[in-house]
């Protein structure tokens, strides 16, 4: 009768029954169980991101996934943009599930790493600039980008002749 009662959801092919056995093996501790122990913080693409927080926010603790991308993923999931402790187990198992679909932390950060060290194989403009730790936009260098540049260095000036 199990068997029968299994549902599939027709959305993204999942199975709910898989999820929910997923959503079982969270860390969430009961309250009743745990008194003054409180979660501070859920598990995302491999990220802690806050409990007091709204969901849109705290997603934004995931490396490569900002406010465009954030809004994106609540829509689509169809999910309220309500504080991150008060999702139920089943809303952070289809979160997680959607955050990991995307190109975030290590694998972003290889990924970039990869192209910025192409271009200074290459030798082009850009990887010129990387290799001496300049701008490579465009910005004028003349009185800013001290933090790639570094501290200023003081130029000794004619030194008067002594009389």
């Given at each position: 009768m199990?068997?029968?009662l ?67 993923i ?10 991150t ?38 030798q ?40």
């Amino acid at each position: 009768m199990a068997q029968t009662l299994k549902m599939r959801m027709i959305s993204n092919g999942a199975d709910l029954t898989n999820l929910l056995q997923r959503a079982h093996h969270l860390a969430i501790p009961n309250q009743s169980l745990f008194r003054g122990l409180s979660i501070k913080f859920f598990r995302v693409g491999g990220v802690e991101i806050p409990n007091d927080k709204r969901i849109e926010c705290s997603l934004q603790y995931i490396h490569g996934v900002g406010r465009g991308r954030a809004r994106q993923i609540l829509s689509h999931l169809n999910l309220d943009n309500k504080i991150t402790k008060d999702l139920s187990a089943y809303e952070l198992v289809t979160l997680r599930d959607e955050v990991s679909k995307y190109m975030i932390e290590s694998d972003l950060r290889r990924f970039n790493g990869q192209a910025i060290r192409r271009l200074e194989v290459i030798q082009c403009y850009r990887g010129v600039r990387h290799i001496d730790g300049l701008p490579c936009r465009g910005q004028s260098t003349k009185n800013n980008c001290r933090t790639l540049k570094g501290k200023r260095v003081a130029i000794a000036g004619k030194k008067k002749a002594p009389r």
